[in-house]
């Protein structure tokens, strides 16, 4: 990889720089560095540079060509990857469609279609180089016009369920594209030109929904049509059975040598149970799972499949939402809040595997993290506060889905609040309905996967009107903030008004947020590359089987 | 007997009609509709997308009339968009333009289109039952045989040890629900670390790591003892009891009859009195029995297809529930109401080849 970055080592940017020295200083650890450097256009082994290291090798081994890998995943009805709201939907599609920029396990962004990018100083301008010899699989070349035209496809509010429009929206105007927000300099070369500041803008195209179709793609099936720029095809795809993606043996990808190492990847969908997941493994009949949780680790782990594990600021919002009466009232949100000790709904709900977080979601491995002081549970003076503000006796009720940790993690949380002298009652509901309501429900539990940069969460689930607001947060003061916060590329500057985001978020006592997940996959002892990743990202082009 | 299959057959269809009402009126529901569009569309969509989306695919409509373009008696949905491009029920049933405004539902052979599986139903059907088919010979070749031996064998010595012995082991399968002996068996047999699959690895009895496998995906390419053996055993086992039972109970039956007492005094063989005499009579009922056991089966497809991952009809039938694939529910219990009224249908028939003092008028 050293030589495609070669020529943009001499590129430094001040911001980054000037990250170097807080790491150097122990300020900032070595992912929070990378995660900011590379979002603003630092190539990775320019990242490492900075702080004096060589880039990791990271192939201890040398990946051996060849074999037929077998992964337990959910197989989902594909539709248009702008509206993809299951990862899953995205890693069947990740050997032919490809990204033009990776979020890596370990916090950095790699470049993949893109070669390189830079920011201006403030954030409002960033110019995009084309990765040059790239081809899409039907011979056509892949140039800045192909990268328009997918940001003016994620730009597309008027498509039902297009999240990509929610992370765009420095580039557009009128539920569209702005005009002149995307310019084609050249052929290898895009201008974006944003309305206000967005550091997260870069990031964002690594989200999973961002996948690159080619200009001939419409409609919701990219599978069917798979034209796209990565080494492999879709052989068969069957909704709730499973899937096949062989290597391509008629295009060269511009990568070659460098992945694509499988010839046949296998991905069975065995339901929700784990259970049956267990029973496959056993029978020798998948070589790793998707994601493992709670005791199913330990299972796997004992019959043979040892566990990777990513740390990540994936958690679950245990919210009230204000639409709702009581939860209106700020001090009934607080004194609940208060009746829950969130080291124990970790150890009780979720094995302690994970950190603790406060309650503002904003998590310590993001670079903007602003620390505040401890938070301390108090059942008396939760009741106190109940009984002042006249609920003593109002029964509560806690929903969530019937998906173990999840109501585990709730079932810990209302037994916290019943020991205080709180009414309340628990109810699961079974996935199938659960999210029919879920920005609705006045109090229950959502699982929320990680983004890499703090203010992202905020902007989609707290800001007012937010595309996935489910609290129904609306606080001037807030929003405003969060604006500024969002156009601020230097970290340290952003973590002073980060603080205040954060304590706004406590003082309001917007959710109960009780600890931030580790994730773990298992995998057979002779896959490799296929560690978990923070983001769930399956990234097969990349593994291999000795 | 031509008057009798008629009446049958027009029974057939006012349950059918009666119960697809049902599940159609269940599936669309307003909550439910929400369901599909999120699936669909996007789980994370506003309120106001799911409007638009279910107004722009046809479910806007009152409910009597979409059912009446299920069953073909209305023309289907028909919908022209600004930029004049047309979409429609038939539109997309048909693959054409011209077919916008055409009737296409069950009578004119549309089964219409799976939302889970996203195919045409009657492919999704025939597949899966294919696959259930597969799975219902097996167990019903291991479960007739089985039923019939332990019910006859008890049956002809009635109190005897055999019986007793052979009793208490058909009450106790017919009493354990498949959901609980196809855990037990997965945890017996299809587990390296518990049960005897570890031992006997151990003494390198068998190759893999596992005696049998517990789960059965891979049986849709390719059927073997070792990954069809648990779903079969556990569908059979709950049957077979129940079949058993009701063998034994005509065997005592028929063993208690006047002619047989007449054999035995005319010195008979007991064997021959058994086989020749006693066995034809003892086997009317069974027969219905196991005819009527079929559509039962179905209930216990259900479970343990889902549990052992087999994609068959039962699975099918799960994952459409869940989904709330109303075509496809809607086929299937079409489906369904044609196996209970068929089986019927033979064991009525059969019982008069039987029993010759039955008539069917």
């Known amino acids: ?546 | 007997m031509l008057l009798f299959l008629l009446r049958r057959i027009g029974l057939m269809l006012v349950t059918a009609l009666c119960l697809t009402f049902v599940v159609f009126a269940l599936t669309n529901m307003p909550a439910k509709l929400e369901t599909l569009a999120k699936t669909q569309a996007g789980s994370r969509m506003s309120d106001a997308e799911v409007t638009s989306w279910l107004e722009r695919n046809g479910y806007a409509e009152p409910m009597l009339v979409r059912y009446g373009e299920w069953l073909g008696v209305m023309p289907g949905w028909v919908r022209v968009d600004a930029d004049g491009s047309v979409t429609g029920r038939c539109v997309a049933l048909r693959g054409t333009d011209d077919a916008a405004g055409e009737r296409c539902g069950l009578l004119q052979g549309d089964w219409g289109f799976s939302t889970r599986f996203r195919a045409e139903v009657s492919d999704v059907i025939a597949a899966r039952l294919g696959a259930t088919g597969l799975l219902m010979m097996w167990v019903l070749i291991v479960m007739v045989p089985m039923a019939l031996i332990v019910g006859v064998l008890a049956g002809m010595r009635e109190g005897s040890r055999t019986d007793r012995t052979l009793s208490t082991f058909a009450i106790a399968s017919t009493a354990t629900p498949e959901y609980v002996s196809g855990v037990l068996f997965i945890a017996l047999l299809a587990s390296s670390t518990v049960g005897i699959s570890p031992i006997l690895a151990e003494w390198g009895w068998i190759d893999g790591r596992v005696l049998f496998q517990g789960n059965a995906r891979s049986a849709i390419e390719d059927i073997t003892l070792s990954n069809f053996t648990l779903p079969v055993l556990t569908i059979a086992l709950y049957g077979m009891g129940y079949v058993a039972r009701i063998t034994r109970a005509s065997m005592t039956e028929v063993m208690t009859q006047q002619y047989i007492r007449t054999a035995r005094l005319k010195g008979v063989a007991f064997s021959k009195i058994v086989l020749r005499h006693a066995l034809r009579n003892a086997l009317i009922a069974p027969f219905t029995v196991i005819m009527l056991q079929i559509p039962w089966l179905l209930n216990g497809v259900v479970i343990s297809e889902v549990l052992f991952s087999y994609p068959g009809f039962g699975w099918t039938l799960y994952e459409a529930a869940v989904n709330n694939d109303i075509e496809l529910l809607l086929a299937a219990s079409v489906v369904a109401v044609v196996v209970v009224l068929v089986t019927q249908l033979i064991s009525d028939i059969g019982y008069v080849y039987l029993n010759p003092r039955i008539r069917i008028s």
């Open chain 1, 1 to 546: 990889m050293k030589d495609l970055h070669a020529k943009r080592e001499a590129v430094r940017h001040p911001v980054a720089e000037m990250y170097a020295r807080e790491c150097a200083a122990g300020k900032l650890d070595r992912r929070e560095f990378l995660t900011r450097a590379t979002a603003l256009g630092v190539a990775v082994p320019a990242a490492y540079g900075l702080l004096g290291l060589a880039a990791p090798e990271a192939h201890a081994q040398e990946p051996q060509m060849g074999g037929t890998l077998r992964m337990q995943m959910a197989i989902k009805a594909q539709r248009d990857p702008r509206t993809w709201d299951w990862s899953e939907l995205a890693n069947a599609c990740r050997g032919w469609l490809e990204y033009l920029v990776d979020y890596q396990r370990d916090g950095s962004l790699q470049p993949v279609l893109l070669e390189s990018w830079e920011a201006s100083d403030d954030a409002t301008t960033y110019t995009l180089h084309v990765r040059p010899g790239v081809t899409w699989n039907n011979g056509d070349p892949f140039t800045a016009s192909d990268v328009a035209h997918n940001i003016e496809r994620w730009c597309d509010a008027s498509v039902e369920g297009n999240s990509m429009a929610s992370r765009m929206g420095s580039l557009m105007e009128n539920d569209a594209m702005r005009e002149g927000a995307v310019e084609v300099v050249d052929d290898l070369t895009v201008r974006l030109n944003l309305s206000s500041p967005d550091i997260a803008l870069i990031v964002s195209m690594a989200d999973y929904p961002a996948a690159v179709v080619h200009p001939s793609f419409t409609g919701d099936d990219p599978v069917a049509n798979p034209i796209g720029t990565g080494p492999y095809l879709p052989v068969s795809y069957d909704p709730g059975i499973g899937a096949v993606v062989e290597r391509n043996p008629d295009h060269t990808w511009w990568n070659e040598g460098n992945g694509a190492y499988l010839d046949r990847i296998e991905f069975i969908d065995l339901g929700t149970d784990p259970a049956s997941w267990i029973a496959a493994a056993e029978a020798g009949e998948i070589d790793l799972n998707y994601q493992a949780q709670g005791d199913i680790i330990d299972i796997f782990d004992a019959i043979g499949y040892p566990r990777s594990e990513a740390v990540t600021a994936a958690t679950i919002a245990v919210r009230f939402n204000q639409d709702n009466a009581p939860y209106d009232n700020k001090d009934v949100r607080l004194a609940l809040q208060k009746a829950v000790n969130n080291a124990i709904v970790l150890e009780l709900g979720y094995n302690d595997l994970g950190i603790v977080a406060e309650n503002h979601h904003v998590c310590p491995i993001h670079p903007e993290y602003a620390e505040l002081p401890p938070i301390e549970a108090d059942a008396a003076a939760a009741m106190a506060r109940l009984e002042e503000a006249g609920h003593a006796t109002t029964e509560f009720e806690l929903i969530s889905i019937d998906e173990p940790w999840q109501a585990e993690t709730c079932d810990a949380v209302a037994a916290q609040m019943r020991d205080a002298g709180i009414n309340i009652t628990r109810t699961i509901l079974p996935g199938a309905t659960f999210w029919n309501d879920w920005t609705k429900y006045p109090f229950s539990a959502t699982e929320w996967n990680m983004r890499p940069l703090g203010v992202q969460v905020l902007n989609l689930a707290y800001r007012t009107g937010g595309a996935w607001n489910e609290t129904a947060f609306s606080n001037e003061e807030f929003d405003s903030l969060l604006d500024e916060a969002n156009g601020i590329a230097d970290a340290d500057a952003r973590r002073e008004v980060m603080a205040r985001i954060e304590t706004i978020m406590q003082e309001e006592g917007v959710l109960i947020q009780p600890y931030w997940r580790s994730i773990f996959r298992n995998a057979a002892e002779n896959v490799h590359g296929a560690e978990m990743h923070p983001t769930f990202v399956v990234d097969y082009v990349k593994y291999w089987k000795s």
